[in-house]
């Protein structure tokens, strides 16, 4: 049963008193959380984390993880396709690194 007078955010007002989020920004960081929201891909997160500034190999998450290459590369692919990692090509090797606008944001979530 609800109170007789429920607070202004329970009625649909903003608790922070701001305009609510924008409809592209919402599903934008939809996409960000949806992609985040992954045991493996926040312990693939850690590991590139503690990576860098160089970055990280599958073969290095291979060794670490008890994943096969296959899963790892598809969890990296769904990070990479948010662009919250980035990835280079060095000869056959391939590195992953935090995309820069989110090693301070994943930095904070791991803590």
Request: glycine share 8%.
């Given at each position: 049963?609800?109170p007789?007078?429920?607070?202004?955010?329970?009625?649909g007002?903003n608790p922070?008193?701001?305009a609510p989020l924008a409809?592209n920004s919402?599903?934008?960081?939809?996409?960000?959380?949806k992609?985040?929201?992954?045991?493996?891909?926040?312990?693939l997160?850690s590991m590139?984390l503690?990576?860098e500034?160089?970055g990280?190999?599958?073969?290095?998450?291979?060794?670490?993880?008890?994943?096969q290459?296959?899963?790892?590369?598809?969890?990296?692919?769904i990070?990479?396709d948010?662009a919250?990692?980035?990835?280079?090509?060095e000869?056959?090797?391939?590195i992953y690194?935090?995309a820069?606008?989110?090693?301070?944001?994943?930095?904070?979530?791991l803590?």
């Amino acid at each position: 049963m609800l109170p007789a007078n429920p607070a202004p955010h329970a009625r649909g007002a903003n608790p922070t008193g701001s305009a609510p989020l924008a409809r592209n920004s919402a599903e934008a960081l939809a996409r960000i959380l949806k992609a985040i929201a992954d045991p493996t891909r926040l312990q693939l997160l850690s590991m590139i984390l503690g990576h860098e500034p160089g970055g990280v190999t599958v073969g290095d998450l291979v060794s670490q993880l008890a994943f096969q290459q296959p899963t790892i590369s598809h969890h990296l692919k769904i990070l990479h396709d948010a662009a919250i990692v980035t990835r280079r090509q060095e000869g056959r090797t391939v590195i992953y690194t935090l995309a820069e606008d989110f090693r301070g944001p994943v930095s904070d979530i791991l803590r």
